[in-house]
Protein backbone atom coordinates (compact mmCIF):
# COMPACT_ATOMS: atom_id res chain seq x y z
CA UNK A 1 0.00 0.00 0.00
CA UNK A 2 2.89 2.60 0.68
CA UNK A 3 4.26 2.03 -3.24
CA UNK A 4 0.77 3.70 -4.08
CA UNK A 5 0.66 7.33 -4.40
CA UNK A 6 -2.04 7.69 -1.79
CA UNK A 7 -3.74 11.11 -1.94
CA UNK A 8 -3.92 12.81 2.08
CA UNK A 9 -5.43 15.50 3.13
CA UNK A 10 -4.55 17.09 6.40
CA UNK A 11 -6.55 20.10 8.22
CA UNK A 12 -4.48 21.87 10.81
CA UNK A 13 -1.63 20.90 8.33
CA UNK A 14 -0.24 24.19 8.16
CA UNK A 15 1.59 23.61 11.65
CA UNK A 16 2.12 21.98 14.67
CA UNK A 17 1.33 18.48 14.82
CA UNK A 18 -0.31 18.63 11.36
CA UNK A 19 2.49 19.77 9.59
CA UNK A 20 4.78 17.00 11.26
CA UNK A 21 1.78 14.48 10.01
CA UNK A 22 2.52 16.43 6.82
CA UNK A 23 5.87 15.34 6.81
CA UNK A 24 5.93 11.78 7.77
CA UNK A 25 3.31 11.20 4.83
CA UNK A 26 5.97 12.68 2.91
CA UNK A 27 8.22 9.85 3.13
CA UNK A 28 6.41 7.78 1.30
CA UNK A 29 5.92 10.03 -1.47
CA UNK A 30 2.10 10.41 -1.77
CA UNK A 31 0.39 13.79 -2.37
CA UNK A 32 -0.77 15.88 -0.16
CA UNK A 33 -3.43 18.57 0.49
CA UNK A 34 -2.92 20.93 3.85
CA UNK A 35 -5.77 22.33 4.95
CA UNK A 36 -5.59 25.94 7.15
CA UNK A 37 -7.42 29.27 8.35
CA UNK A 38 -5.50 31.94 9.18
CA UNK A 39 -5.33 34.69 6.35
CA UNK A 40 -1.59 34.71 7.11
CA UNK A 41 -0.25 32.48 4.73
CA UNK A 42 3.05 31.68 6.45
CA UNK A 43 2.86 28.93 8.07
CA UNK A 44 1.04 26.78 5.32
CA UNK A 45 3.78 28.22 2.79
CA UNK A 46 6.56 27.30 4.54
CA UNK A 47 4.95 23.78 5.07
CA UNK A 48 4.28 24.01 0.95
CA UNK A 49 7.92 24.17 1.02
CA UNK A 50 8.88 21.44 3.19
CA UNK A 51 7.07 19.29 1.33
CA UNK A 52 8.02 19.90 -1.88
CA UNK A 53 11.93 20.22 -0.80
CA UNK A 54 11.78 16.37 -0.41
CA UNK A 55 9.57 15.97 -3.81
CA UNK A 56 6.14 15.61 -3.00
CA UNK A 57 3.08 17.46 -4.59
CA UNK A 58 1.26 19.49 -2.23
CA UNK A 59 -0.74 22.15 -2.05
CA UNK A 60 -2.79 24.35 0.58
CA UNK A 61 -6.18 25.54 0.92
CA UNK A 62 -7.35 27.87 3.39
CA UNK A 63 -11.16 26.99 4.23
CA UNK A 64 -13.05 27.29 8.04
CA UNK A 65 -13.03 23.29 8.06
CA UNK A 66 -16.14 24.62 10.67
CA UNK A 67 -18.26 25.33 7.59
CA UNK A 68 -20.19 22.33 6.19
CA UNK A 69 -20.68 24.34 2.86
CA UNK A 70 -17.17 25.52 2.72
CA UNK A 71 -15.88 21.79 3.52
CA UNK A 72 -17.98 20.53 1.44
CA UNK A 73 -17.21 22.45 -1.66
CA UNK A 74 -13.22 22.04 -1.25
CA UNK A 75 -13.34 18.17 -1.06
CA UNK A 76 -16.03 18.40 -3.96
CA UNK A 77 -13.21 20.19 -5.90
CA UNK A 78 -10.47 17.49 -4.60
CA UNK A 79 -12.83 14.42 -5.54
CA UNK A 80 -13.03 16.16 -9.20
CA UNK A 81 -9.26 16.51 -9.67
CA UNK A 82 -8.23 13.46 -7.96
CA UNK A 83 -11.01 11.28 -8.41
CA UNK A 84 -10.74 10.04 -4.58
CA UNK A 85 -9.26 10.83 -0.89
CA UNK A 86 -7.18 7.95 0.15
CA UNK A 87 -6.35 9.56 3.77
CA UNK A 88 -7.94 12.25 5.72
CA UNK A 89 -6.24 13.69 8.87
CA UNK A 90 -8.68 15.37 10.89
CA UNK A 91 -6.34 18.04 12.99
CA UNK A 92 -7.53 20.96 12.76
CA UNK A 93 -8.19 22.32 16.33
CA UNK A 94 -8.45 25.30 18.69
CA UNK A 95 -8.68 26.02 22.49
CA UNK A 96 -11.12 29.35 23.96
CA UNK A 97 -10.09 28.29 27.41
CA UNK A 98 -12.18 29.89 30.59
CA UNK A 99 -13.86 28.47 33.56
CA UNK A 100 -17.63 27.65 32.60
CA UNK A 101 -19.21 30.03 34.55
CA UNK A 102 -17.18 33.24 31.94
CA UNK A 103 -17.60 30.80 29.08
CA UNK A 104 -19.68 32.35 26.31
CA UNK A 105 -21.86 30.64 23.77
CA UNK A 106 -19.20 32.03 21.45
CA UNK A 107 -16.38 30.12 23.07
CA UNK A 108 -18.20 27.18 23.28
CA UNK A 109 -19.99 27.47 19.81
CA UNK A 110 -16.40 28.25 18.09
CA UNK A 111 -13.99 25.38 19.75
CA UNK A 112 -17.28 22.77 19.20
CA UNK A 113 -17.54 23.92 15.58
CA UNK A 114 -13.63 24.18 14.72
CA UNK A 115 -12.66 21.03 16.59
CA UNK A 116 -15.99 18.24 16.59
CA UNK A 117 -18.82 19.84 13.58
CA UNK A 118 -15.47 19.98 11.22
CA UNK A 119 -14.75 15.84 11.48
CA UNK A 120 -18.19 15.65 10.59
CA UNK A 121 -17.95 18.07 7.92
CA UNK A 122 -14.90 16.73 6.51
CA UNK A 123 -15.43 12.98 7.19
CA UNK A 124 -19.11 13.42 5.58
CA UNK A 125 -17.22 14.88 2.31
CA UNK A 126 -15.32 11.80 2.06
CA UNK A 127 -16.92 8.66 3.09
CA UNK A 128 -18.84 8.11 -0.55
CA UNK A 129 -15.61 7.70 -2.56
CA UNK A 130 -14.05 6.23 0.16
CA UNK A 131 -16.72 3.68 0.05
CA UNK A 132 -16.57 3.42 -3.69
CA UNK A 133 -13.03 2.99 -3.80
CA UNK A 134 -13.33 0.19 -1.04
CA UNK A 135 -10.64 1.78 0.96
CA UNK A 136 -9.42 4.76 3.03
CA UNK A 137 -7.95 5.90 6.24
CA UNK A 138 -9.70 8.37 8.65
CA UNK A 139 -7.81 9.83 11.35
CA UNK A 140 -9.36 11.67 13.97
CA UNK A 141 -7.26 13.98 16.58
CA UNK A 142 -8.81 13.80 19.74
CA UNK A 143 -7.10 14.36 23.41
CA UNK A 144 -5.86 13.29 26.68
CA UNK A 145 -8.47 16.14 27.63
CA UNK A 146 -10.89 14.11 26.59
CA UNK A 147 -10.61 11.37 28.91
CA UNK A 148 -8.98 12.81 32.17
CA UNK A 149 -10.61 16.80 31.87
CA UNK A 150 -9.20 20.00 32.78
CA UNK A 151 -10.14 23.05 34.22
CA UNK A 152 -11.00 25.74 31.77
CA UNK A 153 -11.43 23.12 28.78
CA UNK A 154 -15.36 21.97 29.46
CA UNK A 155 -15.71 23.48 25.38
CA UNK A 156 -12.68 21.53 24.17
CA UNK A 157 -12.91 18.37 26.50
CA UNK A 158 -16.32 18.22 25.14
CA UNK A 159 -14.89 18.33 21.84
CA UNK A 160 -12.17 16.00 21.92
CA UNK A 161 -14.50 13.41 23.89
CA UNK A 162 -17.19 13.87 21.11
CA UNK A 163 -14.31 12.90 18.48
CA UNK A 164 -13.98 9.68 20.36
CA UNK A 165 -17.27 8.62 20.25
CA UNK A 166 -18.09 9.98 15.94
CA UNK A 167 -14.79 7.53 15.43
CA UNK A 168 -16.23 4.49 17.13
CA UNK A 169 -19.62 4.32 15.37
CA UNK A 170 -18.36 5.65 12.27
CA UNK A 171 -15.22 2.73 12.50
CA UNK A 172 -18.65 0.58 12.72
CA UNK A 173 -20.38 1.52 9.84
CA UNK A 174 -17.66 1.61 7.33
CA UNK A 175 -15.53 -1.29 8.90
CA UNK A 176 -16.98 -3.90 6.28
CA UNK A 177 -15.87 -1.32 3.58
CA UNK A 178 -12.59 -1.84 4.02
CA UNK A 179 -12.17 1.69 5.55
CA UNK A 180 -10.50 2.14 8.75
CA UNK A 181 -11.39 5.14 11.36
CA UNK A 182 -9.18 5.84 14.52
CA UNK A 183 -8.45 8.41 16.78
CA UNK A 184 -5.34 9.80 18.52
CA UNK A 185 -5.38 11.38 21.81
CA UNK A 186 -1.77 13.26 22.36
CA UNK A 187 -1.35 14.26 25.91
CA UNK A 188 0.84 17.31 26.39
CA UNK A 189 2.79 18.70 22.77
CA UNK A 190 5.13 21.52 22.15
CA UNK A 191 3.25 24.11 19.43
CA UNK A 192 1.43 27.02 18.80
CA UNK A 193 -1.33 25.90 20.63
CA UNK A 194 0.24 25.49 23.87
CA UNK A 195 3.41 27.36 23.76
CA UNK A 196 1.57 30.60 25.73
CA UNK A 197 0.40 28.82 28.31
CA UNK A 198 2.03 29.90 31.69
CA UNK A 199 5.23 28.57 32.66
CA UNK A 200 3.13 27.19 35.97
CA UNK A 201 0.55 25.64 34.05
CA UNK A 202 3.51 23.66 31.90
CA UNK A 203 5.45 22.90 34.69
CA UNK A 204 2.14 20.82 36.37
CA UNK A 205 1.45 19.43 33.11
CA UNK A 206 5.46 17.97 33.12
CA UNK A 207 4.74 16.69 36.66
CA UNK A 208 1.64 14.47 35.49
CA UNK A 209 4.13 12.87 33.10
CA UNK A 210 5.69 9.83 33.76
CA UNK A 211 8.61 10.19 30.49
CA UNK A 212 9.15 13.41 32.11
CA UNK A 213 9.41 15.12 29.18
CA UNK A 214 6.76 16.50 26.67
CA UNK A 215 5.78 15.56 23.39
CA UNK A 216 7.21 16.61 20.26
CA UNK A 217 4.93 16.96 17.25
CA UNK A 218 6.80 13.90 15.24
CA UNK A 219 5.46 11.52 18.22
CA UNK A 220 2.00 11.57 17.05
CA UNK A 221 2.72 12.08 13.35
CA UNK A 222 4.25 8.57 13.76
CA UNK A 223 1.46 6.97 15.54
CA UNK A 224 -1.05 8.32 12.68
CA UNK A 225 1.33 7.43 10.12
CA UNK A 226 1.04 4.12 11.32
CA UNK A 227 -2.68 3.67 11.65
CA UNK A 228 -2.78 4.03 8.40
CA UNK A 229 -0.08 1.55 7.62
CA UNK A 230 -0.64 -2.11 6.41
CA UNK A 231 0.89 -2.78 10.10
CA UNK A 232 -2.11 -1.54 11.50
CA UNK A 233 -4.42 -2.72 9.60
CA UNK A 234 -6.50 -4.99 11.92
CA UNK A 235 -7.16 -1.59 14.20
CA UNK A 236 -10.44 0.01 13.84
CA UNK A 237 -12.34 2.38 16.19
CA UNK A 238 -9.40 3.02 18.72
CA UNK A 239 -8.69 5.83 20.13
CA UNK A 240 -4.64 5.71 20.85
CA UNK A 241 -2.99 7.28 23.97
CA UNK A 242 -0.03 9.04 23.38
CA UNK A 243 0.88 10.91 25.88
CA UNK A 244 4.37 9.60 28.19
CA UNK A 245 2.48 8.19 30.34
CA UNK A 246 0.16 11.07 31.31
CA UNK A 247 -3.30 8.72 30.83
CA UNK A 248 -3.27 4.81 30.64
CA UNK A 249 -5.99 3.23 29.73
P1 LIG B 1 -1.66 24.49 16.33
O1 LIG B 1 -0.18 24.50 16.24
O2 LIG B 1 -2.37 25.63 16.94
O3 LIG B 1 -2.25 24.19 14.87
C1 LIG B 1 -3.63 24.16 14.66
C2 LIG B 1 -3.89 23.96 13.20
O4 LIG B 1 -5.33 23.97 12.98
C3 LIG B 1 -3.31 25.06 12.33
O5 LIG B 1 -2.83 24.51 11.13
C4 LIG B 1 -4.53 25.93 12.06
O6 LIG B 1 -4.45 26.65 10.84
C5 LIG B 1 -5.63 24.89 11.96
N1 LIG B 1 -6.95 25.47 12.15
C6 LIG B 1 -7.42 26.11 13.25
N2 LIG B 1 -8.70 26.52 13.04
C7 LIG B 1 -9.03 26.12 11.80
C8 LIG B 1 -10.20 26.25 11.01
N3 LIG B 1 -11.30 26.84 11.48
N4 LIG B 1 -10.20 25.72 9.75
C9 LIG B 1 -9.08 25.12 9.25
N5 LIG B 1 -7.95 24.96 9.96
C10 LIG B 1 -7.92 25.46 11.21
O7 LIG B 1 -2.16 23.21 17.18
P2 LIG B 1 -1.51 21.77 17.45
O8 LIG B 1 -1.00 21.78 18.82
O9 LIG B 1 -0.65 21.35 16.32
O10 LIG B 1 -2.85 20.90 17.49
C11 LIG B 1 -3.25 20.05 16.43
C12 LIG B 1 -4.37 19.16 16.95
O11 LIG B 1 -3.89 18.38 18.06
C13 LIG B 1 -5.57 19.95 17.48
O12 LIG B 1 -6.77 19.29 17.15
C14 LIG B 1 -5.36 19.94 18.98
O13 LIG B 1 -6.57 20.07 19.69
C15 LIG B 1 -4.76 18.55 19.16
N6 LIG B 1 -4.01 18.40 20.39
C16 LIG B 1 -2.93 19.18 20.67
C17 LIG B 1 -2.26 19.01 21.87
C18 LIG B 1 -1.05 19.83 22.22
O14 LIG B 1 -0.56 19.69 23.38
N7 LIG B 1 -0.50 20.66 21.35
C19 LIG B 1 -2.68 18.05 22.78
C20 LIG B 1 -3.79 17.27 22.48
C21 LIG B 1 -4.44 17.45 21.28
P3 LIG B 1 -3.76 28.13 10.78
O15 LIG B 1 -2.30 27.91 10.99
O16 LIG B 1 -4.08 28.62 9.41
O17 LIG B 1 -4.37 28.90 11.90
Known sequence: MEKEQRLVVITGGSRGIGRAIALRFAKENPRIVIIHYDPDETYAEETLGLLKARGVSAE??????????????????????????????NNAGIIR???????TEEDW????????????????????????????????????????????????GASKGGII????????????????????????????MTEPL????????LQQIPMKRPGKPEDIAGVVYWLCSEDADYITGQTIHVNGGMFMS
Open 60 to 89: AFKVDVSSFTATKELFDGLLNDYGKVDVLI
Open 97 to 103: DTFLMRM
Open 109 to 156: DRVINVNLKSVFNCSRAVIRAMIRESRGWIVNISSVVATIGNPGQTNY
Open 165 to 192: SFTKSLAREVAGKGIHVNAVAPGFVLTD
Open 198 to 205: PEKVKEAF
